[in-house]
């Protein structure tokens, strides 16, 4: 059951296989040996990839339910701390790998038997489309249905490197951005992020910015603008680690920007229950702190 769950997760046997540590070939011949003693088939092969079967569908998600009841069987039966153990899958809104996978050392050298696998994505429904064991999202929910705890805060702001500025100049009102070279992260499903909004002492303040470069996927953006690429507006914890260095410089700090909420989002109460998930959002509330 686990073989088969990782590999309708990762549509692909030679993926599964890395993630599980096992040659493809055992792993193809490990499902194929479920099918036969099931009696149908779970997953549709072709040239173009995998895909679950209609049954397959409906058996995947009965044996994630029973994966993650194990799990937490096992961690209540355990005295004392439970140990985080096996492999936890993480999926994280980019703006948080500078503050979180930076400091990922310090984390797994008190957790010897855990590994993590972790995917850039601010998805919430990727804890059940990709199989992940939680989400670390920015923004709103959308979902209400989604079992989810808010364990920070983070703003937006604007920021540049020291070099541009010390060519551009430094901006003394928002609508002075206008002049200068944008750096945006904007998905290609989405209107592009050009029109920034302000407030301060009950002004309000909206301006267009001129784009110079676009990061699609968002992992991008701080290294744009540590290169002098332009003036972007990410949020606090992505800028962090610049900020405190020297490598970046925050601009009209006396204007707020918006306040957004960091939610850990899990596909069930049992994954909330697990001692590997338990230990991480633990870490990570430690790391994100009161100041977000």
């Known amino acids: 059951m686990q073989f088969f769950c990782r ?39 072709s040239t173009r990839g995998l895909s679950l079967t209609e049954d397959g569908a409906a058996y995947y998600e ?20 439970a140990r985080a153990r096996g492999t936890l899958r993480v999926g994280m809104h980019p703006s948080l790998r ?5 400091r990922l050392g310090a984390f797994l050298d008190g957790e010897p038997d855990l590994k993590i696998e972790t995917v850039m994505t601010n998805s919430p429904a990727a804890v059940v489309d990709a199989g992940l064991d939680l989400v670390l999202h920015v923004g709103q929910l959308s979902d209400s249905s989604l079992l989810a705890r808010q364990i920070g805060w983070t703003r937006s702001l604007v920021c540049a490197s020291p070099a541009y500025l010390a060519v551009a100049g430094e901006p ?56 002098g690429c332009g003036i972007a507006r ?15 410089r925050e601009v009209l700090a006396d204007w707020s920007g918006e306040r957004h909420a960091v939610h850990a989002v899990f596909p069930s109460k049992a994954g909330l229950r697990s001692a590997k998930v338990q230990h991480y959002v633990a870490y990570i509330d430690s790391l994100l702190g009161p100041s977000t």
């Open 172 to 227: 003394r009102h928002p609508d002075e951005l206008a002049r200068y070279h944008a750096v945006i992260y904007a998905r290609r499903d989405e209107d592009a992020n050009t029109r920034w909004i302000f407030s301060r002492d009950g002004e309000r303040c909206e301006v267009e910015v001129a784009v110079r470069a676009i990061v699609r996927d968002g992992i991008g953006l701080i290294d744009a603008v540590l290169g």
């Open 62 to 81: 009965r044996c994630r339910q029973i994966m993650l009841d194990i799990d937490e069987a096992e961690s209540a039966g355990r005295s004392g701390r």
């Open 234 to 248: 990410p949020f606090e914890l992505a800028a962090r680690n610049g900020l405190k260095s020297g490598q970046l």
């Open 98 to 102: 500078f503050e979180i996978l930076t």
């Open 7 to 45: 590999v309708a997760e990762a549509k692909s046997f030679s993926a599964a296989a890395l993630s599980l540590d096992v040659v493809p070939s055992a792993l193809s011949k490990a499902v194929a040996a479920l099918e036969h003693e099931l009696g149908f088939a779970l997953l549709n092969r």
